[in-house]
């Protein structure tokens, strides 16, 4: 179907008259087929559903309130693609298409473009799917969607930026070497099928990428574009607050000029692990201390079930975490910390259903156990788990959220809609992911007959393994070891003392019934209903957005959380045990959408329940009285405190530039203690004083409330009332001030740290002088006009690193600037070089910046801050950070973005010279060769005051 056919009408009449019939015949039918789309209730959009005549589907979607509009192209090709020898084409092909096409030549003007306007954009490739998006102020959509087209219909693919960009290729296949996921990742690829295009790499680097005078790559890269790209095999999403014929106008024009090449979407036939090889385990070596078990089942295909989800409905109930099930045997039992089910890879020929855990230490010494558990549990299913009881129960719930289903930001609407439209047909392209039609008990049992001893792929992931006879991953060095299974292992007797607790689920009774909206107007903003035995409570009525939901906050400051290092960690366990004795019982409640957490801070603990508000109360009651009194176990306590020592042991192991960063937020955030002093102290705190400490941690405190959506005044009350007696009984009540940022001194403080990674890190933190609006507006403002041409010169042009970016290193209200980079052949003092090279030429553009542009670059920051709110719990988040900032006037944002308006270009400038040219109150970390001075430096700067504090800048 098409409505190109009014372009190509010619001078005769007849002519004319018959197209016009056909056109109007064409639309008749496409608003047949808009109008047939199941919407929720709740979604006030208008769509319309495009074939243009190149064969490209699209669909577009209307919103008359958005402020940010939003496109997202997926292309129907990815690393499944590739050929042999040209591995990581369809990335790189990606990174390809944004570096200029005939209309927009230069390699950074869409960037630059977007960033300018308030927006942001990326790309990901996938194994059968490339997804382009952006999204940038709703009155420049129509200009982003001329540059983007053309990137479809007339990249450039300039010679010099095809060798410059596969650097860029090798830099984040570099960035990611010792990185745990990826190398797990690079053993599945060597131990699939070699005949299925999965085993392949898929990054690319510089020797799949060579390009030489035998092997150059560029006509490589054009044939591969032209070989499988294509109109036909793109669906395109666009949103924005412009009338649907105004959208169809934007698209037709520009993406109807995309080539139909006339291609079909490749098939992956082959099955993902050769039939004889399994059952196997494949047992592989981790950097950090984790433990991992995963099985993986191959099955068919679950494209067409889609309206059914039998796996879905199998994965349910193998994934679930309440009393009896599988993964609450092995966490009671001391196996695992985390388990969860789902379908893995599916290529619309074959599929994986997979069954991941996390593993204890005493897990991984008895995996081997484990195993028959499974198939036992997978028997329970298949005798008691097939029944309407559980099918209505996930069939309400998918009911209700598509009922009163919120929006999202409009390019993340794009993107799934794009992706959507690949998959499904007109009519459930948005009701898809909910649709749950009808009990299919033969479904599910063919899905349980696929998960068999004699079907299945274990993967086990453990620092230092033993390996008999260890192979190599050719890209990621990962030493791996395939031995065969036999069936009778996986069948034999599991420990019976783990088997006989094994049972179905129990009916939820957390299924919202009362899903009605309370009466009253949407407050605009929160107010004080008082201070009860010290607790204020802040209330806010909102039903904006039509849905019987609420979020409810409560914050226990308390002055013993932050005494120490060890006051750190023994509240981080404490907490711990808390959400382990919660989550048997509180899982159902996360079925039935509601959501929970607790979880420490800078000030104390914070809990948090949301969702629907007609269970609401009960779920905070009983995560107030565990809270209250929460039961301490001598094998938790000692599985937690291995947790948190390995976690914080696996800090030196991270990135280059999160090891860089971590350094400058732990060096300045009071309150924040360094690793080496919690891990001092998670090794040495015992379970008597964590229990002493648990009876004393509340008895000093500073509580707040603020009860937010779909409750009435009284209801917020009675919640307050449920704190009052649970927690603060007797307790005194007492001031926890907020943390501050410890304020540098004068110049530039430089600092090396040691780092086992052969890339370098390099993070300059660029440090305001107060946290009035007025300064803070001035470094948002920098940063906005900077990071476009930081990254096109640092990245783009000379090729220092993949991770590349100038950003706001805002904490708590202080100001900064910050200049990341990570490089796999550059030093710290070339990347520092460079830099200062930069700054220097940069001033001369920020001195010529004309009124215009100045403008432009203002509202871009201003669009971002005052961004339309789409969810209650966008609001929700935002009234509580208010209420941490003692900010009872709730306009933090309009404040700031008020004072970005009236930023002149002098004081832009001042401010650059000062913080970005003299580098005044800076702090330089690399990582490198150097002697590391990191320890000295950390215990001087922890000494240093904080940054001057102004009223009314929330600080």
Do not use: C
Not at 418 to 428: F, N
Not at 553 to 574: D, G, Q
Request: charged share 25%; net charge negative.
């Amino acid at each position: 179907m098409s409505t190109g056919t009014r372009r190509e009408v010619s001078m005769h009449r007849t002519v004319i008259q018959t197209l016009t019939l056909l056109t109007l015949l064409i639309v008749s039918s496409l608003a047949i087929a808009t109008e047939q789309l199941k919407k929720s209730p709740n979604d006030n959009n208008q769509y319309r559903l495009l074939e243009l005549n190149n064969g490209l589907q699209a669909i577009l979607v209307s919103d008359p309130d958005a402020d940010k509009a939003a496109a997202s192209m997926n292309v129907a090709v990815g690393s499944g693609n590739d050929t042999r020898g040209r591995e990581g084409m369809a990335h790189f092909l990606e990174h390809m298409l944004f570096l200029g096409t005939e209309k927009y030549p230069e390699a950074g003007e869409y960037q630059q473009f977007i960033k300018s306007h308030g927006g942001s954009h990326n790309a990901f490739t996938a194994f059968q799917d490339t997804n382009y998006f952006f999204d940038v102020e709703a009155r420049f959509l129509e200009p982003a969607l001329d540059r983007f087209a053309q990137q479809f219909s007339a990249p450039l693919f300039t010679a010099d930026l095809v060798d410059r960009e596969r650097n860029a290729v090798h830099s984040e296949y570099t960035s990611k070497l010792k990185e745990d996921g990826r190398r797990f990742y690079s053993v599945k690829k060597a131990t699939s099928n070699p005949e299925h295009a999965f085993s392949q790499f898929a990054v690319g680097n510089l020797s799949t990428l060579e390009n030489t005078e035998e092997n150059p790559l560029r006509p490589d890269l054009i044939q591969f574009w032209k070989d499988h790209y294509s109109a036909n095999v793109m669906t395109l999403a666009v949103y924005g607050p412009q009338p649907l014929d105004e959208l169809e106008r934007m698209v037709h024009p520009r993406f109807s000029a995309i080539e139909n090449r006339q291609l079909t979407v490749m098939e992956h036939p082959a099955p993902l692990y050769p039939e004889s090889q399994l059952p196997a385990k494949v047992t592989a070596d981790a950097i950090k201390d984790v433990r991992t078990l995963n099985l993986s089942f191959p099955i068919p295909s679950q494209d067409d079930n889609y309206r059914t989800k039998p796996a879905s409905y199998v994965a349910n109930l193998l994934g679930h975490e309440g009393p009896g099930s599988l993964f609450d045997v092995l966490k009671r039992a001391g196996l695992v910390e985390s388990l969860s089910a789902g379908l893995g890879m599916d290529t619309g020929s074959n599929a994986t259903l997979e069954i991941n855990m996390a593993l204890t230490p005493k897990g991984l010494k008895y995996h081997e156990d484990i195993l028959p558990l499974v198939f036992d549990y997978i028997d329970t299913i298949r005798d008691a788990g097939i029944t309407e009881q559980y099918f209505q129960e996930m069939q309400q719930v998918a009911r209700m959220d598509f009922r009163f289903r919120e929006q999202r930001d409009p390019v993340q609407e794009a993107m799934s809609l794009a992706s959507q439209l690949r998959h499904y047909p007109y009519e459930d392209v948005l009701s898809a992911p909910w649709l749950i039609e009808r009990y299919a008990p033969e479904q599910y049992k063919a899905i349980l007959d696929e998960l068999t001893p004699d079907n299945v792929m274990v993967f086990v992931l453990a620092p230092d393994p033993v390996l008999a006879a260890p192979r190599e991953t050719r890209w990621y060095n990962t030493p791996w070891q395939l031995t065969e299974l036999s069936t009778e292992e996986l069948t034999a007797d599991a420990p019976e003392v783990l088997a006989s607790q094994l049972r179905m689920p129990a009916a939820n009774p957390f299924i919202a019934e009362n899903l009605d909206m309370i009466t009253g107007d949407t407050m605009p903003e929160p107010v004080l209903l008082g201070s009860q035995d010290g607790l204020d409570i802040w209330y806010a009525r909102d039903t904006r957005f039509g849905t019987p939901k609420a979020n409810v906050y409560l914050s226990l400051r308390t002055p013993a959380a932050r005494a120490s290092a060890r006051s750190s960690v023994l509240t981080t366990l404490l907490v711990d045990a808390v959400n382990t004795n919660l989550n048997a019982w509180a899982y159902s409640a996360r079925l039935a959408g509601l959501d929970y957490s607790v979880y420490p801070h800078l000030r104390g603990v914070t809990v948090r329940v949301g969702g629907y508000s007609d269970k609401l109360h009960s779920l905070l009651f009983r995560i107030l009285t565990q809270l209250s009194d929460p039961t301490l176990t001598e094998q938790r306590f000692e599985i937690a405190r291995q947790n948190l020592v390995d976690s914080l042991e696996n800090k030196a192991k991270n990135r280059p530039v999160e090891q860089t960063s971590e350094f400058i937020q732990t060096a300045l955030l009071e309150g924040v203690w360094s690793t080496e002093d919690k891990l001092i102290a998670a090794q040495q705190v015992s379970l008597d004083e964590l229990n002493s400490f648990s009876q004393a941690l509340f008895s000093q405190v500073d509580p707040v409330m603020l009860a937010h959506g779909n409750l009435t005044r009284s209801s917020a009350l009675n919640l307050a009332a449920q704190v009052r007696a649970l927690i603060l009984d007797d307790n005194a009540i007492t001031e926890v001030e907020r943390s501050r940022v410890r304020q540098l001194p004068a110049n530039e403080t430089e600092v090396s740290i040691s780092v086992n990674h052969p890339d370098t890190g390099y993070t300059l933190y660029m440090q305001g002088s107060d946290t009035s609006y007025e300064e803070r507006a001035r470094f948002r403002l920098l940063a906005q006009i900077i990071s476009s041409p930081f990254y096109e010169t640092i990245r783009t042009q000379q090729q220092l690193g993949y991770i590349v970016y100038a950003t706001p290193f805002e904490m708590l209200e202080t100001p900064a600037l910050g200049f990341v980079v990570q490089s796999p052949t550059a030093s710290n003092q070339q990347i520092d070089e460079a830099i200062r090279e930069f700054s220097a030429a940069f001033e001369d553009r920020l001195n010529s910046l004309d009124d215009a542009s100045l403008t432009r670059e203002k509202q871009a920051v201003i669009s971002k801050l005052l961004e339309r709110d789409r969810q209650l719990g966008d609001i929700s988040s935002r009234y509580w950070q208010e209420i941490d900032r003692s900010n009872d006037q709730f306009d933090s944002r309009e404040q700031l973005a008020d004072a970005v308006r009236k930023v002149s270009r002098e004081e832009l400038l001042e401010t650059y010279r000062h913080a970005v040219l003299e580098r005044d109150h800076s702090l330089r970390v690399v990582t490198g060769k150097e002697q590391a001075n990191a320890d000295s430096e950390l215990v001087r700067l922890m000494s240093l005051p904080p940054v001057t504090a102004q009223p009314g800048a929330g600080a």
